[in-house]
């Protein structure tokens, strides 16, 4: 596929979540022929209204004469390139949950034309796409692999929330299974994304190199949160320790806090399991994860016993500002503050999740949380700053909403994030923070 016939390849997304939308999206705006696939009724209907709940692209991009939107397998039938952009979540267990993975898979080989080129940017671990997806397609097409259809892998690395890089802002990692269908590849993402692309030297590669980019994050967060436990004992603002480090050129700037979402507190499991099948223990890795997965719990203890120590009554009532994984997004997926307030029931505290960026049906439905506006929360004992959406700042500090959710504007401030400026803490509220 030579650069004077790359617009013409016919593309579909599998998967219109907060991968798959932005990527669908992006080959439109550059002329492409984009098919967006989703077996989600709803969601379909939503963007074909011109919206999008998880606010990943702007509503007028969903307007394009390009873009179309389908939940018709046959529909995919006649598409040269398929990008695959399912999610790739854990069980309860923390093993790996590749069902939706192998259903894309299974779903796009019935409906497979020869010479097509199938593309996962779902992330996995090194070797999923070449030992459990391709048996798929080989089986529900009746075709072979690299000789009748090829597969590549391009890892997702889209960061949701983030205004500044979007799709075509970072750098692409591209693989394939032969170099010409890498070739392909290459020329085909390189039509869209600005920031370039890094051709890797096979697909096992690439998707090691996405996985650990994740991973690496998840321990340095760790290490954080273990300093901040330790300095917590200690007396030491861990924040202050921070800043001072920081003015050396080489101190990584990372901090401490809640480690979830379906990226950073996923990814390292999928590599685990992958050191587990070929008989290593992976102990840093799992250190890392064990750290952070305690922090809910340790953050939980640190608010009881600081109400403990104003005298409040017991069990203090509780009020949580944010239950999204992060700022400023609506995705709840694998929150830790939904941990968090699980910890804080455990001690009977009286819990009530303001969010106004979430779903309240979502959260309801998945986490067995009622979500209450801001306007109807009963005054509390304790504010919990948990994700600092901008909503919550819209003064410039944060304190305000914090004030008004207290009982007389008094009682303790749980700054999770440590974002709350420390020199404007309002009279009669006692601060602390992460």
């Avoid at 999008?52 to 390009?66: N, R």
């Avoid at 996405?210 to 300093?227: C, F, G, S, W, Y």
């Avoid at 952070?292 to 953050?299: G, Q, V, Y």
């Avoid at 700042?393 to 008004?404: A, N, S």
Wanted: charged share 20%; aromatic share 6%; glycine share 8%.
């Amino acid at each position: 596929m030579h650069d004077n016939s790359i617009h013409s390849t016919k593309i579909a997304v599998i998967g219109l979540g907060y991968v798959g939308l932005p990527v669908a999206v992006a080959f439109a705006a550059k002329g492409f022929d984009v098919l967006g696939f989703d077996i989600n009724e709803n969601r379909l209907n939503e963007l074909r209204s011109g919206q999008d709940s998880t606010s990943s692209v702007d509503d007028a991009d969903l307007q394009q004469e390009s873009l179309v939107f389908s939940n018709n397998e046959k529909d995919l039938s006649n598409r040269d390139v398929l990008i695959v952009a399912v999610p790739t979540p854990v069980d309860h267990a923390k093993r790996p949950d590749l069902s939706p993975f192998r259903n894309a898979a299974a779903t796009v080989g019935r409906n497979l034309k020869p010479g097509a080129i199938v593309v996962f940017e779902s992330t996995v671990y090194p070797g999923a796409t070449e030992e459990i997806a391709v048996p798929v397609l080989e089986k529900e097409s009746g075709l072979l692999f690299n000789r009748d259809f090829a597969v590549g892998y391009s890892p997702e690395r889209i960061n949701p929330g983030d205004t500044e890089r979007g799709f075509a802002d970072i750098t692409k990692i591209v693989s394939g299974s032969s170099p010409e269908t890498a070739e392909t590849l290459n020329t085909l993402y390189g039509a869209v994304v600005t920031a370039g692309i890094h051709l890797a030297p096979s697909i096992r590669v690439a998707e090691a190199a996405k996985v650990i980019e994740n991973t690496q994050r998840d321990l340095n967060i760790a290490l954080m949160n273990e300093l901040a436990m330790l300095f917590h004992q200690m007396g030491i603002d861990t924040r202050d320790v921070l800043k001072g480090s920081s003015t050396k050129w080489n101190f990584l700037p990372f901090q401490p806090g809640l480690v979830g979402g379906h990226c950073i507190g996923v990814d390292p499991y999928y590599l685990t399991h992958k050191a587990h099948e070929i008989g290593m223990t992976p102990q840093v890795i799992l250190a890392g994860r064990g750290t952070n997965e305690a922090m809910p719990a340790f953050i939980a203890g640190k608010i009881i016993q600081e109400s403990v120590k104003l005298g409040m009554p017991m069990p203090p009532k509780v009020v949580v500002l944010g239950i999204t994984y992060k700022a400023n997004v609506p995705d709840t997926r694998n929150s830790k503050v939904v941990d968090l307030i699980r910890e804080l029931e455990k001690f009977g505290a009286r819990v009530q999740v303001c969010d106004p960026l979430a779903h309240p049906d979502e959260v309801a439905a998945e986490y067995g949380i009622t979500l209450t506006r801001e306007e109807d929360l009963d005054a509390a004992d304790v504010a919990v700053l948990a994700v600092p959406h901008r909503h919550f700042c819209q003064d410039g500090t944060g304190w305000q909403v914090l004030k008004d959710v207290l009982k007389d504007q008094r009682g303790l401030v749980a700054d999770v994030p440590a974002l709350l400026d420390r020199s404007t803490c309002p009279e009669g509220i006692q601060l602390w923070r992460l």
